[in-house]
């Protein structure tokens, strides 16, 4: 399954995720990362504009070899998409990116040029596929129910949230290709439920049974996902190469999660509405 593993990187350029007490990984750590996941099969990093320092880091540390994936912000009177673009680029010391995403969606939706200024870029061969990192259902109904048909698209997908499920069985009737965020669901499922607020009690019963599994959930939690036969990649974030190391172990475990279709509050599934 390793090969369907994606390298995220937000954690490169940025403190983040619930579980996260180790703060912003330094490139010392990025190249140990990078140098373990090229060992191990891994072909593809996930990253963005908007990640803080992650690209100008992964440049740095020379990610000449993978397929990379960043990811545009809407244009600001300050810096137009083609300038965070270039400075993505220059900061990834690459000259092609195997893809672009639109990280606000919708600004596509209410601007086709940006979506043909995308098409350009690929006629040139600047970039192989081009799409959207999708956050919710309805914002993919949006935008593809106005014909903008997307090479590879990114969404959140993990063992409590199957919202797009239908969206990417569907798009990869056509050929799309499907990338999944989000297995962990930033780190909630391995946080003492006793440390969460009351913003979380619909899924502490939950995470009490799944923890339950001890050392092998995270490598149960990413099985969850890779053997779905419509996903092409699953990315997840680690803090440091023993993190990677053991998700990777994690996942030869021969058991699986049993089949739930869990209907959670779409607050609690978007870890952008969680109380700060």
Not at 153 to 162: E, H
Not at 175 to 199: K, T
Not at 237 to 260: A, C, D, F, M, V
Request: charged content about 20%.
């Amino acid at each position: 399954m390793i090969n369907k593993i994606g390298l995220g990187t937000v954690q490169f350029g940025l403190n983040y995720g619930i579980s996260n007490e180790k703060g912003i990984t330094d490139l010392e750590e990025v190249r140990n990362i990078i140098s373990y996941a090229k060992d191990i099969g891994i072909d593809l990093i996930d990253t963005a504009y908007g990640y803080g320092k992650s690209e100008e880091v992964l440049g740095s540390a020379g990610v000449n070899s993978f397929k990379i994936v960043t990811k545009f912000l809407p244009a600001t009177p300050e810096i137009s998409i083609q300038q965070q673009i270039n400075i993505s680029l220059y900061r990834l010391n690459v000259q092609h990116l195997y893809g672009i995403l639109a990280h606000r969606p919708l600004d596509v939706l209410n601007n086709s040029a940006i979506w043909n200024y995308l098409l350009k870029l690929k006629q040139d061969k600047i970039v192989g596929k081009i799409g959207f990192s999708f956050n919710t259902p309805e914002e993919a109904d949006m935008v593809l129910g106005k014909g903008f048909i997307p090479d590879l698209i990114q969404v959140p997908f993990n063992y409590l949230d199957n919202r797009f499920q239908p969206c990417m069985i569907e798009l990869k009737k056509g050929d799309c290709e499907i990338h999944v965020r989000s297995p962990f669901l930033q780190g909630l499922f391995f946080v003492n439920p006793i440390n969460l607020s009351d913003f979380f009690e619909e899924v502490k019963p939950i995470i009490i049974q799944l923890q339950k599994h001890g050392n092998i959930l995270n490598g149960l939690l990413l099985k969850y996902c890779l053997e779905k036969s419509f996903i092409d990649k699953v990315i997840f974030g680690i803090n440091n190469k023993e993190q990677l190391r053991l998700n990777i172990e994690s996942i030869r475990t021969k058991e699986s999660l049993p089949i739930h279709e869990y209907n959670i509050a779409h607050e609690i599934l978007t870890p952008s509405n969680w109380p700060k």
